[in-house]
């Protein structure tokens, strides 16, 4: 029955590969699951999970400082609603379309569900490229954006956040047209805002600190610890940055972090004051980082942080970015652990090479949670008109990630695939959520 879903989801989804990669990795977990609960496994409930809600798609029109008009494509996927209001970030990118959209908002909805939060799974974006515009032109693109997406949103509707290419800047002026023309300071309807502003602390570190939180939980399940242990990130973004920052503070020696255009290498460790005023204040090249440190770091242009020996690989920058060429060199390397900081960055054949060498492997809807964890966390504290302290805010991330591992870590045992992570969040979230559409009946 799973492969006729499948089927029927090739058919009506032509050409949508990442779609299709990523319902055939939550697809191939669920079979023990319709031997011991058929009824979550009927195909009527299985045919509605793979079909999203409602997909938008939009014309965003927008004059550039020369007064040239451009037009771009704008995109809301709501995916699934039946644990709270749709939930997921906007991408800002050349690469994105409905494709890579219905993708992420599919992910999200499980990631969300392993949350144990109250929210449903979207995602939306557009294919704008933000990088060489002026401040000016990104807020003309995001007043027009918003413009459309306004008459979708709302705080118990759907929550949009900022994902690669959104960032404080592009969530201030998106709310700020929303504000404008809604008449309303609804706080809730966007997250990732401002601290003075409605947001929450700890929001822009989120997702990286969890990732690594749930990266040493899996060491510690196998009497493991992530001090002293080699770490590399690829990406040098704001989760990639914060993910080493956080593995740091835990003892570990960040070596390694890349972009576009090649990876450095700082057998010291890396300096994350400098990398954040390059990559995040500067947003220059890592080839600046690795000037400023003098011959303290290599620059390696066109590299890739996989060939760098280490123990504990993270994936942050984008999908399908680890191929099985490079996780046969992690493994060949000695590496003990992978955990996804980005959203399915490892192809499915690096994922069977991992487990084939019985390394530890996270998926992304369970250890890159973190962020949309505490953009909930910003939901409840706009819902309540307070403002929770720095520490606060990283102790419930710090429980939610902690209960997200758990979760995953049991669900595989009690299923019989003890250490599969795959399988314990793709089974977990399909639980809680299949459990949530079964109760409300066939909408």
Avoid at 1 to 10: F, G, K, N, S, T
Avoid at 188 to 211: D, F, I, M, N, Q
Avoid at 420 to 443: K, P
Wanted: hydrophobic share 40%; with cysteine; glycine share 12%.
């Amino acid at each position: 029955m799973l492969e006729e879903i499948y089927a029927h989801v090739l058919r009506r989804n032509p050409g949508e590969r990442e779609f299709h990669q990523a319902v055939r990795e939550v697809l191939e977990s669920l079979p023990v699951v319709l031997e011991r609960r058929p009824e979550l496994c009927d195909g009527s409930l299985l045919d509605r999970l793979c079909e999203p809600e409602r997909q938008v798609i939009f014309r965003v029109p927008w004059t550039d400082d020369a007064g040239r008009v451009h037009v771009n494509r704008g995109f809301r996927v709501e995916f699934n609603s039946a644990l709270g209001p749709y939930k997921g970030g906007l991408r800002f990118h050349p690469t994105v379309n409905l494709d890579i959209v219905k993708f992420l908002a599919f992910e999200q909805t499980f990631k969300n569900a392993l949350t144990g939060m109250p929210i449903g799974g979207g995602k939306g974006g557009s294919d704008f490229d933000p990088k060489g515009r002026s401040d000016a032109e990104v807020m003309r693109f995001c007043q027009s954006f918003m413009t459309e997406l306004q008459r979708h949103i709302g705080e118990h509707t759907d929550v949009p956040a900022g994902d690669t290419g959104v960032g404080a800047r592009e969530i201030g002026y998106l709310f700020g047209q929303y504000r404008r023309i809604t008449n309303r300071f609804e706080a809730g309807v966007l997250t990732g805002k401002g601290v003075g502003w409605g947001g929450s602390h700890a929001r822009p570190e989120a997702t990286g600190y969890g990732l690594v939180v749930f990266t040493a939980e899996m060491l510690r399940a196998r009497d493991l610890e992530l001090d002293g242990m080699r770490v590399v990130v690829s990406g040098s973004g704001n989760v990639a940055i914060h993910a080493a920052e956080k593995a740091a503070a835990s003892g570990a020696t960040v070596v390694a972090c890349s972009d576009s255009g090649g990876c450095v290498v700082d057998e010291d460790g890396l300096d994350l004051d400098l990398l954040k005023q390059v990559k995040l204040k500067d947003r220059a090249r890592l080839s600046a980082y690795a000037e400023q440190r003098g011959g303290a770091a290599e620059y390696r242009e066109g590299g890739r942080v996989w060939d760098v020996a280490c123990d504990v690989a993270l994936p942050c920058a984008t999908q399908n970015e680890l191929d099985e060429d490079a996780a046969k060199t992690l493994v060949g390397n000695g590496v003990r652990v992978v955990a996804e900081g980005a959203n399915m960055p490892t192809t499915p054949d690096a994922v069977r090479a991992l487990r084939a060498a019985d390394v530890l492997f996270a998926p992304g809807k369970a250890a890159n949670a973190g962020g949309v964890a505490t953009s909930a966390l910003e939901m409840q504290q706009n819902a309540s008109r307070t403002l929770w302290t720095f520490e606060k805010t990283e102790d419930r991330l710090t429980e939610i990630m902690k209960h997200i591992h758990h979760t995953c870590h049991d669900t595989a045992e009690r299923y019989g695939r003890p250490g599969d992570y795959v399988a314990g969040a793709n089974i977990a979230g399909f639980e809680l959520v299949g459990e949530s559409m079964q109760a409300q009946g066939v909408i």
